[in-house]
């Protein structure tokens, strides 16, 4: 009868079952060495075993590589992409696995990716394989060809609705700085495809735009724009250079720490002394209130 359950187990993940289980499941260690020893179990990685009899395949392998991570592990990188079949990427000789917090990273035959954060949205399950969604993988390989080549994978899983350009364009905007040093092709691509496209800090600041855009303000500020000042070249979040009035996102994101917050200030200390008015604004600020900064900064444009 307890043989049935742990069937029944397997069989819902590619015929395999982990050393947790056998024991949550009342299997004893020496039941396990006897199953082992048999060949009843065969092992296949550490705390890993595949039931007598279960064919092989992709999938199994994918699968035993993220159960044995035992940490917070999904398929990622190249082998997410070939799990989903994005043109191009087959699957490599080692095991890909974005790993986040204190999971195992020292593997045979497993490629690991450390993160500190792994936001829910960006993973799902593909096959009952713990995976990073389509969005997510095709961002995290964005560098491995060239943007027009890239741009052909990211058209083909548009086409088969692989890939939602909404869930894409939201996911690049809360993909942790680790994950975006290679992220340029994305930028072009969706610029691309996006006319007026500009990767903000967080989705907030692209909100900012939205509502001056809905109000009517003309001229729009320049995003992300580069202020030269006192020897140092500073990026602000918004800026219109004629009326030399700047809008910066407070609090979001890598903003919210003492330290940062204490450069923030020295900043907009600077850009003060040069001339420049800054605007602080929340996710609490008001559209009214972002309007009529809006209104200010544009009164006196030529």
């Given at each position: 009868?307890?043989?049935?359950?742990?069937?029944?187990?397997?069989?819902?993940?590619?015929?395999?079952?982990?050393?947790?289980?056998?024991?949550?499941?009342?299997?004893?260690?020496?039941?396990?060495?006897?199953a082992v020893r048999s060949g009843r179990l065969v092992r296949v990685r550490t705390g890993v075993y595949r039931l007598a009899?279960?064919?092989?395949?992709?999938?199994?392998?994918?699968?035993?590589?993220?159960?044995?991570?035992?940490?917070?592990?999904?398929?990622?990188?190249?082998?997410?992409?070939?799990?989903?079949?994005?043109?191009?990427?087959?699957?490599?000789?080692?095991?890909?696995?974005?790993?986040?917090?204190?999971?195992?990273?020292?593997?045979?035959?497993?490629?690991?990716?450390?993160?500190?954060?792994?936001?829910?949205p960006h993973r799902t399950r593909l096959h009952r394989i713990p995976i990073t969604t389509a969005e997510r993988t095709l961002?995290?390989?964005?560098?491995?060809?060239?943007?027009?080549?890239?741009?052909?994978?990211?058209?083909?899983?548009?086409?088969?609705?692989?890939?939602?350009?909404?869930?894409?364009?939201?996911t690049f905007e809360t993909v942790p700085v680790s994950g975006r040093r290679k992220s340029g092709p994305m930028t072009r691509?969706?610029?691309?495809?996006?006319?007026?496209?500009?990767?903000?800090?967080?989705?907030?600041?692209?909100?900012?735009?939205?509502?001056?855009?809905?109000?009517?303000?003309?001229?729009?500020?320049?995003?992300?724009?580069?202020?030269?000042?006192?020897?140092?070249?500073?990026?602000?979040?918004?800026?219109?250079?004629?009326?030399?009035?700047?809008?910066?996102?407070?609090?979001?994101?890598?903003?919210?720490?003492?330290?940062?917050?204490?450069?923030?200030?020295?900043?907009?200390?600077?850009?003060?002394?040069?001339?420049?008015?800054?605007?602080?604004?929340?996710?609490?600020?008001?559209?009214?209130?972002?309007?009529?900064?809006?209104?200010?900064?544009?009164?006196?444009?030529?």
């Open positions: 009868m307890l043989w049935n359950v742990i069937d029944a187990t397997g069989r819902k993940q590619h015929g395999l079952i982990t050393h947790a289980q056998l024991r949550d499941l009342g299997l004893s260690e020496a039941s396990i060495w006897r009899g279960t064919p092989l395949s992709q999938e199994q392998a994918w699968l035993a590589a993220v159960l044995s991570a035992r940490g917070d592990a999904v398929l990622s990188h190249r082998s997410a992409a070939a799990a989903w079949r994005l043109r191009h990427f087959d699957a490599p000789d080692r095991i890909d696995l974005l790993i986040e917090g204190e999971g195992r990273t020292r593997m045979i035959g497993i490629r690991p990716h450390r993160t500190l954060a792994l936001p829910t961002i995290d390989v964005c560098g491995v060809y060239p943007t027009r080549q890239t741009g052909r994978i990211l058209d083909d899983a548009l086409r088969r609705k692989t890939i939602s350009l909404p869930r894409l364009v939201r691509l969706l610029r691309e495809r996006l006319p007026g496209f500009n990767p903000g800090g967080s989705a907030a600041e692209l909100d900012v735009m939205a509502i001056l855009r809905r109000a009517g303000i003309r001229p729009l500020p320049e995003q992300q724009f580069r202020i030269r000042i006192e020897g140092r070249t500073y990026k602000v979040d918004y800026c219109w250079p004629d009326t030399r009035h700047v809008i910066e996102f407070d609090g979001a994101g890598g903003h919210d720490t003492v330290s940062a917050r204490h450069d923030d200030r020295d900043r907009w200390r600077r850009l003060q002394r040069a001339g420049y008015t800054v605007w602080p604004v929340t996710e609490e600020t008001s559209e009214g209130e972002i309007i009529a900064i809006g209104v200010l900064a544009t009164s006196n444009s030529p």
